[in-house]
Protein backbone atom coordinates (compact mmCIF):
# COMPACT_ATOMS: atom_id res chain seq x y z
CA UNK A 1 0.00 0.00 0.00
CA UNK A 2 2.81 2.24 1.07
CA UNK A 3 4.78 1.77 -2.44
CA UNK A 4 1.08 2.81 -4.16
CA UNK A 5 1.01 6.02 -2.51
CA UNK A 6 4.52 7.40 -2.98
CA UNK A 7 4.10 6.36 -6.90
CA UNK A 8 1.15 8.29 -6.89
CA UNK A 9 3.26 11.09 -4.74
CA UNK A 10 6.18 10.85 -7.44
CA UNK A 11 3.64 10.95 -10.14
CA UNK A 12 1.99 14.48 -9.15
CA UNK A 13 5.22 15.44 -8.24
CA UNK A 14 6.94 15.00 -11.86
CA UNK A 15 3.72 16.34 -13.59
CA UNK A 16 2.29 19.15 -11.07
CA UNK A 17 0.55 20.98 -14.13
CA UNK A 18 -3.33 21.52 -14.08
CA UNK A 19 -5.18 18.77 -16.46
CA UNK A 20 -7.54 19.50 -18.63
CA UNK A 21 -10.17 17.84 -21.17
CA UNK A 22 -10.89 19.37 -24.70
CA UNK A 23 -14.40 19.56 -26.48
CA UNK A 24 -15.26 20.37 -29.46
CA UNK A 25 -18.20 20.30 -32.12
CA UNK A 26 -17.44 18.68 -35.35
CA UNK A 27 -19.77 20.31 -38.13
CA UNK A 28 -22.00 18.27 -40.44
CA UNK A 29 -19.94 19.44 -43.53
CA UNK A 30 -16.18 18.44 -41.75
CA UNK A 31 -13.91 15.55 -41.78
CA UNK A 32 -13.22 13.98 -38.80
CA UNK A 33 -9.55 13.65 -38.77
CA UNK A 34 -9.48 17.81 -39.87
CA UNK A 35 -11.68 18.08 -35.95
CA UNK A 36 -8.59 15.85 -34.41
CA UNK A 37 -6.36 18.06 -36.00
CA UNK A 38 -7.84 21.27 -34.71
CA UNK A 39 -7.63 19.56 -31.39
CA UNK A 40 -4.30 18.97 -32.13
CA UNK A 41 -3.78 22.50 -31.71
CA UNK A 42 -5.94 23.28 -29.07
CA UNK A 43 -4.22 20.81 -27.16
CA UNK A 44 -0.71 22.86 -28.41
CA UNK A 45 -2.59 25.97 -26.92
CA UNK A 46 -3.01 24.29 -23.87
CA UNK A 47 0.71 22.81 -23.99
CA UNK A 48 1.94 26.06 -24.10
CA UNK A 49 -0.48 27.09 -21.06
CA UNK A 50 1.29 24.60 -19.16
CA UNK A 51 -1.61 22.62 -18.92
CA UNK A 52 -1.75 18.66 -19.69
CA UNK A 53 -4.38 17.63 -21.82
CA UNK A 54 -5.90 14.34 -20.58
CA UNK A 55 -8.81 13.42 -22.95
CA UNK A 56 -11.02 14.88 -25.90
CA UNK A 57 -14.67 15.19 -26.30
CA UNK A 58 -16.20 15.58 -29.83
CA UNK A 59 -19.58 15.59 -31.27
CA UNK A 60 -21.09 16.12 -34.68
CA UNK A 61 -23.86 18.76 -34.24
CA UNK A 62 -24.67 20.83 -37.56
CA UNK A 63 -23.65 23.58 -35.17
CA UNK A 64 -22.88 24.14 -31.90
CA UNK A 65 -25.99 24.35 -29.42
CA UNK A 66 -26.80 27.96 -28.15
CA UNK A 67 -27.44 27.27 -24.98
CA UNK A 68 -24.78 25.11 -23.51
CA UNK A 69 -22.68 24.06 -27.27
CA UNK A 70 -22.95 20.42 -26.86
CA UNK A 71 -26.15 18.45 -26.57
CA UNK A 72 -27.32 17.80 -22.93
CA UNK A 73 -25.91 14.03 -22.73
CA UNK A 74 -22.73 15.08 -24.08
CA UNK A 75 -22.40 17.48 -21.48
CA UNK A 76 -23.50 15.51 -18.84
CA UNK A 77 -20.90 12.69 -19.44
CA UNK A 78 -17.84 15.99 -20.01
CA UNK A 79 -19.45 16.72 -16.39
CA UNK A 80 -19.20 13.28 -15.00
CA UNK A 81 -15.98 12.49 -16.11
CA UNK A 82 -14.45 15.59 -15.07
CA UNK A 83 -15.66 15.14 -11.41
CA UNK A 84 -14.33 11.21 -11.50
CA UNK A 85 -11.06 12.20 -12.42
CA UNK A 86 -10.08 15.21 -10.65
CA UNK A 87 -10.35 17.36 -13.98
CA UNK A 88 -9.18 20.92 -13.25
CA UNK A 89 -10.72 22.72 -16.11
CA UNK A 90 -12.51 22.07 -19.51
CA UNK A 91 -11.49 23.86 -22.95
CA UNK A 92 -14.22 24.29 -25.79
CA UNK A 93 -12.81 24.97 -28.80
CA UNK A 94 -14.82 27.84 -29.60
CA UNK A 95 -15.91 31.40 -28.51
CA UNK A 96 -18.56 30.50 -25.94
CA UNK A 97 -21.13 33.00 -26.08
CA UNK A 98 -21.50 34.71 -21.77
CA UNK A 99 -25.00 32.77 -21.25
CA UNK A 100 -23.59 29.03 -23.04
CA UNK A 101 -20.47 30.13 -20.15
CA UNK A 102 -22.79 30.39 -17.72
CA UNK A 103 -25.45 27.24 -18.40
CA UNK A 104 -21.79 25.06 -18.51
CA UNK A 105 -20.41 25.95 -15.53
CA UNK A 106 -23.58 25.38 -13.96
CA UNK A 107 -23.30 21.62 -15.46
CA UNK A 108 -19.27 21.32 -15.11
CA UNK A 109 -17.51 20.62 -11.64
CA UNK A 110 -14.14 22.16 -12.82
CA UNK A 111 -12.88 25.88 -14.36
CA UNK A 112 -14.56 26.51 -18.08
CA UNK A 113 -12.69 28.26 -20.51
CA UNK A 114 -13.08 28.91 -24.27
CA UNK A 115 -10.42 29.21 -26.64
CA UNK A 116 -10.69 32.60 -27.12
CA UNK A 117 -9.73 32.53 -22.94
CA UNK A 118 -6.87 30.43 -23.20
CA UNK A 119 -5.51 32.14 -25.78
CA UNK A 120 -5.54 35.67 -24.38
CA UNK A 121 -4.13 34.13 -20.93
CA UNK A 122 -0.95 33.21 -23.19
CA UNK A 123 -0.44 36.35 -24.87
CA UNK A 124 -0.74 37.51 -20.81
CA UNK A 125 1.99 35.29 -19.54
CA UNK A 126 4.03 36.14 -22.52
CA UNK A 127 4.13 39.73 -22.76
CA UNK A 128 7.03 40.87 -22.01
CA UNK A 129 7.16 45.16 -22.73
CA UNK A 130 4.76 47.40 -21.56
CA UNK A 131 3.16 48.12 -24.98
CA UNK A 132 2.40 44.27 -25.19
CA UNK A 133 1.00 43.94 -22.20
CA UNK A 134 -1.04 46.96 -22.34
CA UNK A 135 -2.43 45.30 -25.51
CA UNK A 136 -3.53 42.08 -23.93
CA UNK A 137 -4.79 43.73 -20.90
CA UNK A 138 -7.04 45.75 -23.69
CA UNK A 139 -8.06 42.79 -25.18
CA UNK A 140 -8.58 40.92 -21.66
CA UNK A 141 -11.19 43.91 -20.71
CA UNK A 142 -13.09 43.71 -24.00
CA UNK A 143 -13.60 39.98 -23.84
CA UNK A 144 -14.19 40.51 -20.03
CA UNK A 145 -17.05 42.95 -20.18
CA UNK A 146 -19.99 41.19 -21.68
CA UNK A 147 -19.78 38.41 -19.38
CA UNK A 148 -19.67 40.53 -16.12
CA UNK A 149 -23.05 38.96 -15.54
CA UNK A 150 -23.24 35.99 -13.41
CA UNK A 151 -20.10 36.93 -11.44
CA UNK A 152 -23.11 38.73 -8.73
CA UNK A 153 -25.64 36.10 -8.79
CA UNK A 154 -25.11 35.43 -4.77
CA UNK A 155 -26.45 38.84 -4.46
CA UNK A 156 -29.83 38.71 -6.82
CA UNK A 157 -31.89 38.37 -4.35
CA UNK A 158 -31.04 40.77 -1.97
CA UNK A 159 -32.85 44.02 -2.23
CA UNK A 160 -32.15 47.42 -0.57
CA UNK A 161 -35.55 48.29 0.70
CA UNK A 162 -38.68 49.68 -0.03
CA UNK A 163 -38.96 50.73 -3.46
CA UNK A 164 -35.42 50.10 -4.32
CA UNK A 165 -35.30 49.00 -8.65
CA UNK A 166 -33.28 46.07 -8.63
CA UNK A 167 -30.58 44.34 -6.33
CA UNK A 168 -27.05 44.49 -4.84
CA UNK A 169 -26.32 41.77 -7.69
CA UNK A 170 -27.35 44.15 -9.98
CA UNK A 171 -26.12 47.55 -8.19
CA UNK A 172 -22.57 45.31 -8.06
CA UNK A 173 -22.58 44.52 -11.82
CA UNK A 174 -23.63 48.04 -13.11
CA UNK A 175 -20.22 49.35 -11.31
CA UNK A 176 -17.96 46.51 -12.38
CA UNK A 177 -18.66 47.32 -15.75
CA UNK A 178 -18.54 50.64 -15.28
CA UNK A 179 -15.18 50.08 -13.76
CA UNK A 180 -13.98 47.78 -16.94
CA UNK A 181 -15.24 50.39 -19.27
CA UNK A 182 -12.88 52.94 -17.84
CA UNK A 183 -10.28 50.79 -17.66
CA UNK A 184 -10.38 50.11 -21.41
CA UNK A 185 -10.59 53.69 -22.06
CA UNK A 186 -7.66 54.78 -20.33
CA UNK A 187 -5.81 51.70 -22.11
CA UNK A 188 -6.82 52.51 -25.28
CA UNK A 189 -5.61 56.06 -24.09
CA UNK A 190 -2.02 54.78 -23.18
CA UNK A 191 -1.67 52.75 -26.64
CA UNK A 192 -2.19 56.11 -28.54
CA UNK A 193 0.14 57.41 -26.91
CA UNK A 194 2.98 54.44 -27.37
CA UNK A 195 1.53 54.54 -30.94
CA UNK A 196 2.67 57.90 -31.64
CA UNK A 197 6.11 57.02 -30.08
CA UNK A 198 6.33 54.06 -32.40
CA UNK A 199 5.19 56.29 -35.55
CA UNK A 200 8.10 58.86 -34.67
CA UNK A 201 10.70 56.19 -34.33
CA UNK A 202 9.43 54.69 -37.67
CA UNK A 203 9.60 57.66 -39.53
CA UNK A 204 13.42 58.07 -38.16
CA UNK A 205 14.51 54.83 -40.25
CA UNK A 206 14.09 56.84 -43.26
CA UNK A 207 12.89 55.41 -46.75
CA UNK A 208 15.30 51.99 -45.93
CA UNK A 209 13.19 49.19 -47.76
CA UNK A 210 11.18 47.11 -45.18
CA UNK A 211 10.49 43.47 -45.09
CA UNK A 212 8.05 41.67 -42.64
CA UNK A 213 7.53 38.19 -41.39
CA UNK A 214 4.61 36.60 -41.28
CA UNK A 215 2.72 33.65 -40.96
CA UNK A 216 0.82 31.26 -38.89
CA UNK A 217 2.21 30.67 -35.15
CA UNK A 218 4.88 28.14 -34.56
CA UNK A 219 5.99 27.90 -38.35
CA UNK A 220 9.72 29.19 -37.96
CA UNK A 221 9.66 33.02 -38.69
CA UNK A 222 11.71 33.97 -35.50
CA UNK A 223 14.59 31.32 -36.47
CA UNK A 224 14.64 32.69 -39.74
CA UNK A 225 14.75 35.79 -38.26
CA UNK A 226 18.02 34.98 -36.28
CA UNK A 227 19.61 33.30 -39.73
CA UNK A 228 19.11 36.02 -41.97
CA UNK A 229 19.87 39.12 -39.50
CA UNK A 230 22.25 37.22 -37.55
CA UNK A 231 20.54 38.38 -34.48
CA UNK A 232 19.47 36.67 -30.88
CA UNK A 233 15.58 36.95 -31.70
CA UNK A 234 13.85 34.57 -29.04
CA UNK A 235 12.50 31.51 -30.37
CA UNK A 236 11.05 28.44 -28.95
CA UNK A 237 8.99 25.01 -30.19
CA UNK A 238 5.38 26.70 -28.60
CA UNK A 239 2.67 28.97 -29.92
CA UNK A 240 3.28 32.87 -29.90
CA UNK A 241 6.75 32.39 -28.60
CA UNK A 242 6.82 36.23 -30.49
CA UNK A 243 4.84 38.59 -29.14
CA UNK A 244 6.69 41.84 -29.67
CA UNK A 245 7.53 42.95 -33.24
CA UNK A 246 11.58 42.81 -33.45
CA UNK A 247 13.00 44.83 -36.20
CA UNK A 248 17.06 44.35 -37.37
CA UNK A 249 18.64 46.31 -39.93
CA UNK A 250 20.09 43.53 -42.60
CA UNK A 251 23.03 44.07 -45.33
CA UNK A 252 23.30 41.94 -48.37
CA UNK A 253 26.03 42.62 -50.43
CA UNK A 254 26.35 45.84 -49.15
CA UNK A 255 22.24 46.52 -49.77
CA UNK A 256 20.82 47.35 -46.08
CA UNK A 257 17.54 47.04 -45.43
CA UNK A 258 14.73 46.55 -42.68
CA UNK A 259 13.65 43.10 -41.31
CA UNK A 260 10.67 42.89 -39.05
CA UNK A 261 9.92 39.67 -37.04
CA UNK A 262 5.94 39.75 -35.69
CA UNK A 263 3.37 37.98 -33.80
CA UNK A 264 1.95 34.47 -35.31
CA UNK A 265 -1.61 34.24 -36.75
CA UNK A 266 -3.72 31.56 -35.30
CA UNK A 267 -6.98 29.66 -36.81
CA UNK A 268 -9.99 32.02 -34.83
CA UNK A 269 -7.95 34.60 -33.23
CA UNK A 270 -9.44 36.33 -31.05
CA UNK A 271 -11.15 39.72 -32.50
CA UNK A 272 -10.30 41.38 -29.24
CA UNK A 273 -6.53 40.33 -29.95
CA UNK A 274 -6.68 41.63 -33.57
CA UNK A 275 -8.02 44.78 -32.56
CA UNK A 276 -5.71 45.83 -29.97
CA UNK A 277 -2.49 44.21 -31.67
CA UNK A 278 -3.22 46.35 -35.38
CA UNK A 279 -1.02 48.76 -34.16
CA UNK A 280 1.48 46.79 -33.69
CA UNK A 281 1.48 45.05 -36.89
CA UNK A 282 1.62 48.80 -37.95
CA UNK A 283 5.14 46.92 -39.39
CA UNK A 284 3.32 44.62 -41.50
CA UNK A 285 0.88 47.64 -42.94
CA UNK A 286 4.11 49.25 -43.88
CA UNK A 287 6.39 47.04 -45.50
CA UNK A 288 7.32 46.85 -48.94
CA UNK A 289 7.34 43.33 -49.21
CA UNK A 290 5.93 40.42 -46.98
CA UNK A 291 7.83 37.20 -46.32
CA UNK A 292 5.17 34.59 -45.64
CA UNK A 293 6.27 31.77 -43.59
CA UNK A 294 4.76 28.22 -44.08
CA UNK A 295 5.43 25.03 -42.38
CA UNK A 296 4.78 22.54 -45.08
CA UNK A 297 5.43 19.92 -42.36
CA UNK A 298 2.14 20.61 -41.33
CA UNK A 299 -0.83 18.78 -42.65
CA UNK A 300 -2.68 21.56 -42.57
CA UNK A 301 -0.87 24.25 -43.62
CA UNK A 302 -2.63 25.49 -46.61
CA UNK A 303 -5.53 26.18 -44.65
CA UNK A 304 -2.76 28.19 -42.48
CA UNK A 305 -1.86 29.74 -45.43
CA UNK A 306 -5.51 30.82 -46.08
CA UNK A 307 -5.59 31.79 -41.89
CA UNK A 308 -2.99 34.18 -42.56
CA UNK A 309 -4.32 35.84 -45.98
CA UNK A 310 -7.36 36.44 -44.04
CA UNK A 311 -5.96 38.05 -41.56
CA UNK A 312 -3.97 40.49 -43.62
CA UNK A 313 -7.08 41.29 -45.39
CA UNK A 314 -8.44 41.92 -42.22
CA UNK A 315 -5.54 44.90 -40.84
CA UNK A 316 -5.41 46.18 -44.11
CA UNK A 317 -2.08 44.37 -45.83
CA UNK A 318 -3.64 42.34 -48.15
CA UNK A 319 -2.17 43.93 -50.99
CA UNK A 320 1.72 44.41 -50.25
CA UNK A 321 3.91 41.84 -52.72
CA UNK A 322 4.42 38.53 -50.69
CA UNK A 323 7.21 36.32 -51.30
CA UNK A 324 6.43 32.28 -50.28
CA UNK A 325 8.74 30.91 -47.68
CA UNK A 326 8.07 26.96 -47.43
CA UNK A 327 10.22 26.33 -43.94
CA UNK A 328 10.85 22.90 -42.16
CA UNK A 329 11.36 20.82 -45.61
CA UNK A 330 13.31 18.16 -42.94
CA UNK A 331 10.56 17.64 -41.70
CA UNK A 332 7.96 16.58 -44.32
CA UNK A 333 6.66 13.39 -44.80
CA UNK A 334 4.72 11.77 -46.79
CA UNK A 335 3.19 8.16 -47.61
CA UNK A 336 4.10 6.48 -50.96
CA UNK A 337 1.13 4.86 -52.54
CA UNK A 338 1.30 1.53 -53.52
CA UNK A 339 1.87 0.67 -57.68
CA UNK A 340 -1.61 -1.36 -57.34
CA UNK A 341 -3.40 1.30 -55.62
CA UNK A 342 -5.49 3.14 -58.11
CA UNK A 343 -7.48 5.58 -55.87
CA UNK A 344 -6.64 9.04 -56.72
CA UNK A 345 -3.76 10.56 -55.39
CA UNK A 346 -3.91 12.91 -51.83
CA UNK A 347 -1.77 15.39 -50.83
CA UNK A 348 -0.48 12.64 -47.74
CA UNK A 349 0.64 10.58 -50.75
CA UNK A 350 2.66 14.06 -52.85
CA UNK A 351 6.52 13.67 -52.41
CA UNK A 352 8.36 16.53 -51.62
CA UNK A 353 9.65 17.11 -55.42
CA UNK A 354 5.90 16.99 -56.36
CA UNK A 355 5.13 19.24 -53.99
CA UNK A 356 7.45 21.74 -55.12
CA UNK A 357 5.94 21.56 -58.54
CA UNK A 358 2.53 21.69 -57.58
CA UNK A 359 3.07 25.28 -55.68
CA UNK A 360 5.69 26.23 -58.12
CA UNK A 361 3.17 25.72 -60.80
CA UNK A 362 -0.13 27.18 -59.32
CA UNK A 363 1.51 29.97 -56.48
CA UNK A 364 1.01 33.53 -57.76
CA UNK A 365 3.79 34.58 -56.26
CA UNK A 366 7.26 33.96 -56.28
CA UNK A 367 8.02 30.89 -53.52
CA UNK A 368 11.36 28.59 -52.44
CA UNK A 369 11.69 25.75 -50.42
CA UNK A 370 13.75 25.97 -47.06
CA UNK A 371 14.83 24.23 -43.71
CA UNK A 372 15.80 27.23 -41.29
CA UNK A 373 16.88 24.67 -38.77
CA UNK A 374 19.60 22.88 -41.09
CA UNK A 375 19.87 25.46 -43.27
CA UNK A 376 18.90 24.16 -46.49
CA UNK A 377 18.44 26.24 -49.65
CA UNK A 378 19.32 29.26 -47.33
CA UNK A 379 21.93 30.53 -50.10
CA UNK A 380 19.27 30.77 -52.79
CA UNK A 381 16.95 32.51 -50.11
CA UNK A 382 19.23 35.04 -49.84
CA UNK A 383 20.11 35.15 -53.50
CA UNK A 384 16.19 35.75 -54.43
CA UNK A 385 15.29 37.85 -51.72
CA UNK A 386 18.28 40.32 -51.95
CA UNK A 387 17.22 41.00 -55.79
CA UNK A 388 13.51 41.31 -54.66
CA UNK A 389 14.80 44.16 -51.75
CA UNK A 390 17.05 45.68 -54.72
CA UNK A 391 14.37 46.00 -57.46
CA UNK A 392 12.18 47.80 -54.55
CA UNK A 393 15.18 49.85 -53.94
CA UNK A 394 15.90 50.83 -56.83
CA UNK A 395 12.74 51.96 -58.06
CA UNK A 396 12.84 53.93 -54.74
CA UNK A 397 16.69 55.68 -55.40
CA UNK A 398 17.38 54.88 -58.97
CA UNK A 399 20.46 56.72 -59.25
CA UNK A 400 22.50 54.49 -56.86
CA UNK A 401 21.71 51.27 -58.64
CA UNK A 402 25.51 51.65 -59.75
CA UNK A 403 26.38 50.71 -56.15
CA UNK A 404 24.92 47.18 -56.15
Known amino acids: MKQTVDKKVDEEVVDPRERAVLVAVIRDNQEPRQAEEFLDELEFLAETADIVTVRRFTQRLSQPSSRIYVGPG ?59 KTQVQLAQYEY ?10 HLERQRGGTG ?36 V ?9 RVALVGYTNVGKSTLMNLLSKSEVFAENKLFATLDTTVRKVVFDNLPFLMSDTVGFIRKLPTQLIES ?6 EVREADLLLHVVDISHPQFEEQIAVVKQTLQDIGAADKPVFLVFNKIDAYTY ?11 TRENMSLEEMKQSWIAKANTPCIFISAVERLNIDKLRSDLYGMVREIHSGRYPFNNFLY
Open 74 to 132: KLEEIARYCEENGIGVAIFDDELSPSQTRNIEQAMPCRVIDRTRLILDIFMSRARTAYA
Open 335 to 345: IKKDEDDLTPA
Open 277 to 282: FKSTLD
Open 144 to 153: MLPRLAGLWT
Open 201 to 209: QRSNRGSMV
Open 164 to 199: TRGGAGEREIETDRRIVRDRISKLKEELKKIDRQMS
